[in-house]
């Protein structure tokens, strides 16, 4: 595949292009598809539940999230971006993880711009236990250095496709295994750069496609992906009329603006990332425990995995440490809409972490 064969959403073409085939192909239940995966039957990445529109109170909920947070987003990303402007080479080469990583991607690439480093923005697929797309990775590198490359995400949970990445690259690409993991928020102790590891709400987290695009969660299904494509997405025109994608990177760049000349780099070194992965295992293993749950995949540690799982899974149990909080009121409201069951500990670690349910005997 070429790159003339990337596109770039609902987003502006300069800030972004995707690497993926756009595909049709039939959706599922969401409990068909949990029950699906559990059993083995299908990977996850091989469906695709029916992505619905956000009601208006949870649009609601999404703006008063990103009022609350909007400082922080803005200063974070303008740490990151001088961190990233830092770095040598004649450009720098941003690879969003799509969906999550595609609007910081996004912010990061026009900071840089404002800081007046070359930059180019892709956003590919990655899934858990099938690797990154490596057709869209030659794509990249039959043009760019690889030592300009830079990984995007928003965040990291508790590792799983931070460490697909580092296992994929020394595997597959060797040539990119220096290349960094950039996040704002590094629960996991996994990324290479980061802007802490705080557990805060990133709004872009709060919604899917109205806020990455108008793309679906990236597909890998021999039905419709062959071996020279590039992974697959369904583009959701359903929603475009509620989409947000370029309307959150506007509104979040006059934050970055705004703190760009005072933010300092930011800086995360082994010692950061050594304590929160100690922390992130221990929760981990601390919460299989105490759920009886065979599966770490299952447990969602964090706001930003506890909120893809209400949207998008079968989640069993929502633990939150204040259920008061602003940074978890969308959390409450997703749990009440859907019926889960929501427990208190004021001891989390986190601000919440969801709990995938166990069907059948799986």
Not at 80 to 86: E, G
Not at 130 to 141: H, N, P, S, T
Not at 340 to 349: C, F, G, K, R
């Amino acid at each position: 595949m070429r790159l003339e064969n990337g596109f770039s959403g609902s987003y502006d073409p300069a800030d972004v292009t995707f690497l993926l085939k756009r595909v049709q192909m039939a959706f599922m239940d969401v409990e068909a598809k949990e029950d699906a995966i559990q059993s083995g039957r299908k990977h996850y990445s091989e469906m695709l539940a029916p992505e619905m529109a956000p009601t208006a109170e949870y649009f609601t909920v999404f703006w008063e999230a990103f009022a609350a947070n909007r400082d922080r987003v803005g200063r974070d990303i303008a740490r990151l971006a001088k961190a990233l402007a830092l770095r040598g080479g004649a450009e720098i080469v941003l690879v969003s993880l799509a969906r999550a990583g595609t609007p910081v991607g996004v912010l990061l690439k026009r900071t840089l711009d404002v800081l007046g480093r070359r930059a180019v923005h892709y956003s590919v697929s990655i899934i858990r236990d099938r690797g990154i797309d490596l057709v869209a990775m030659e794509a990249i590198l039959g043009l760019h250095s690889p030592s300009d490359v830079v990984f995007v995400d928003g965040w990291t949970g508790k590792g799983a496709i931070g460490g697909e990445l580092a296992k994929v690259l020394s595997r597959d690409l060797p040539m990119l295994a220096g290349a960094p993991l950039c996040v704002l928020s590094d629960l996991a102790g996994v990324a290479g750069l980061a802007a802490g590891d705080e557990d805060y709400v990133i709004p872009s987290a709060i919604l899917n496609g109205v806020i990455s695009g108008l793309v679906s969660r990236t597909i890998l299904n021999a039905e419709v992906v062959g071996p020279e494509d590039f992974h697959g997405c369904v583009t959701l025109d359903h929603l475009a009329g509620m989409d947000l994608s370029r309307t959150y990177v506007d509104k979040v760049m006059e934050d970055v603006l705004a703190q760009l000349d005072e933010a300092e780099p930011a800086c995360w070194g082994e010692g950061e990332r050594s304590r929160a992965a100690a922390i992130s295992s221990a929760f981990v293993d601390a919460m299989l425990a105490r759920t009886g749950t065979g599966d770490r995949n299952r447990i969602k540690p964090g706001i930003g995995e506890a909120t893809r799982a209400l949207l998008r899974r079968v989640p069993d149990r929502l633990f939150v440490r204040d259920p008061g909080a602003r940074d978890v009121k969308h959390l409450m409201a997703l749990a009440s809409e859907r019926g889960v069951l929501v427990e208190v500990d004021p001891d989390l670690p986190y601000g919440a972490c969801a709990v995938i349910k166990t069907l059948g005997d799986t």
